[in-house]
């Protein structure tokens, strides 16, 4: 096959990019953290409660051995903006 441009393609090189910094964490353990700022006292049970689910699952959630289901992160984020008194706003799960 012919190219489709008279011009010639510049090489391919390869970029050193990092693999993490000391500094980043993980969406999990973010949302670990705001649960647990949210409900400082038994977090799993309450937020199990909001999402309709096992105690256990959520356990596994707060320490990272799973990863988050959208209800829970949505039930976070209903909190946040109820606590911020925003209105006017619902957040649902997907049907």
């Known amino acids: 096959m012919r190219a489709v ?5 510049a ?3 390869e970029s050193d990019r990092p693999s993490g910094r ?9 949302l670990a953290d705001i ?5 400082p006292k038994n977090t ?5 409660a909001e999402i309709d689910c096992e105690v256990r699952s959520v356990e596994r959630y707060l320490e990272g051995s799973r990863d988050w289901s959208g209800d829970a992160v949505a ?14 706003l619902r957040v649902t799960a997907r049907k």
């Open 75 to 88: 039930a976070i984020v209903a909190e946040i903006l109820h606590r911020h008194s925003v209105r006017n």
């Open 11 to 13: 090489p391919s090189i």
């Open 35 to 39: 649960a647990r700022t949210l409900w």
């Open 22 to 30: 000391g500094t980043d964490q993980m969406v999990g353990n973010v």
């Open 5 to 9: 441009s008279s011009v010639a393609l």
């Open 44 to 48: 799993a049970p309450n937020l199990a």
